[in-house]
């Protein structure tokens, strides 16, 4: 099974900024990977500002490629990896997309506790994806 990926690198704060969903040229970006070569699910909240969302994102993927050799990390983001096409048909797959990244990374805000998608998130991780929750990168 394959899925759509984005590199870390095709990727910037103005894509953290409201829920455009249709975002096709950042669709266009992403790369077909297979099921363990993803290597973050994104969950934050579309509600909370870009600005500190992208320097924790950025600090992370600073992190990543210290202890990969410079590799950019490959991210599954909503607005880019789900057919926004055929939405229903991509959402009932959410659970294979989170348990076929390597690791969760949460990037809280002042919303993210209060959008019930982000808290299902978690809780989807813990319940269909428990390795996500020990391992780190």
């Not at 348990?99 to 993210?112: E, F, M, S």
Request: glycine residues 6%; charged residues 25%.
């Amino acid at each position: 099974i394959q899925f759509d990926s984005l590199s870390f690198n095709d990727f910037g704060r103005s894509d953290l900024a409201g829920k455009e969903a249709r975002d096709q040229a950042l669709r266009e970006k992403t790369k077909k990977l297979k099921i363990g070569q993803v290597d973050v699910f994104l969950s934050h909240s579309w509600h909370d500002p870009a600005k500190p969302k992208w320097r924790a994102l950025k600090a992370w993927a600073a992190r990543f490629a210290a202890k990969h050799g410079g590799r950019s990390p490959y991210l599954w983001l909503d607005k880019a990896c789900l057919d926004q096409e055929n939405i229903s048909k991509s959402l009932v797959c959410l659970p294979v997309f989170l348990a076929g990244c390597k690791t969760l990374l949460v990037v809280p805000g002042p919303t993210y506790t209060q959008r019930l998608w982000c808290i299902s998130m978690v809780k989807m991780a813990v319940l269909a994806a428990p390795q996500l929750a020990t391992r780190g990168s």
